[in-house]
Antibody, heavy 118, light 107 residues
Framework: EVQLVESGGGLVQPGRSLRLSCAAS????????MHWVRQPPGKGLEWVSV????????AYAESVKGRFTISRDNAKNSLYLQMNSLRDEDMALYYC???????????WGQGTMVTVSS | EIVMTQSPATLSVSPGERATLSCRAS??????LAWYQQKPGQAPRLLIY???TRATGIPARFSGGGSGTEFTLTISSLQSEDFAVYYC?????????FGQGTNLEIK
């Protein structure tokens, strides 16, 4: 079964760090561009970051640039998001997603919740 | 950044009727427009890409149209499982951006 499974979310104080992971299975992860997309509670979707198959292209939303770092390990079929200097507005459900056909998100995980609170 | 604006915010329709959702881009995105469906507690699901191509397994009652800056998603005869939130997304430019969503509710 094609699957993405996120982990690493939790409760963190403002200013602290957290690392999210996403494990992929049953599709060609090593050839796939991968993204993080987030959704604050009760709100809409916000694209966060992308990394191409060979890490040759990486991009971030302005809201996280300089604080978040995306990476991947193709040997482990895994995607990561290192989140530093967390803010209240970073609180959200974080999804990892695969893109295909030029940029559509065709495979999604179930998300991992990040709660930022003192 | 391209701003995606969806209308209406909430649409109330009876089962069996037709629903038309709109999405406008602040500048042209060509046909690089996708639609997603999200039900409570679930991840979004891809419905349409390339403005009008149904994703694998999506029923024919879902259809997309438009190009440039104006797009529509039409559900021809609403089934109970279609009541959800729908998002449009452009993938013509970075950053990728989503509309704020349309909540399709039962009338």
């Amino acid at each position: 079964e094609v699957q993405l499974v996120e982990s690493g979310g939790g409760l963190v104080q403002p200013g602290r760090s957290l690392r999210l992971s996403c494990a992929a299975s049953a599709f060609n992860f090593e050839d796939s561009p991968m993204h993080w997309v987030r959704q604050p509670p009760g709100k809409g979707l916000e694209w966060v970051s992308v990394i191409t198959w060979n890490s040759g292209f990486i991009a971030y939303a302005e809201s996280v640039k300089g604080r978040f770092t995306i990476s991947r390990d193709n040997a482990k079929n895994s995607l990561y998001l290192q989140m530093n200097s967390l803010r209240d507005e970073d609180m959200a459900l974080y999804y990892c997603a695969r893109s295909s056909n030029g940029g559509v998100f065709d495979i999604w995980g179930q998300g991992t919740m990040v709660t930022v609170s003192s | 950044e391209i701003v995606m604006t969806q209308s209406p915010a909430t649409l109330s329709v009876s089962p069996g009727e037709r629903a038309t959702l709109s999405c406008r881009a602040s500048q042209s995105v060509s046909s690089n427009l996708a639609w997603y469906q999200q039900k409570p507690g679930q991840a979004p699901r891809l419905l349409i890409y390339g403005a009008s191509t149904r994703a694998t397994g999506i029923p024919a009652r879902f259809s997309g149209g438009g190009s440039g800056t104006e797009f529509t998603l039409t559900i021809s005869s609403l089934q109970s499982e279609d009541f959800a939130v729908y998002y449009c997304q452009q993938y013509n430019n970075w950053p990728r951006t989503f509309g704020q969503g349309t909540n399709l509710e039962i009338k």
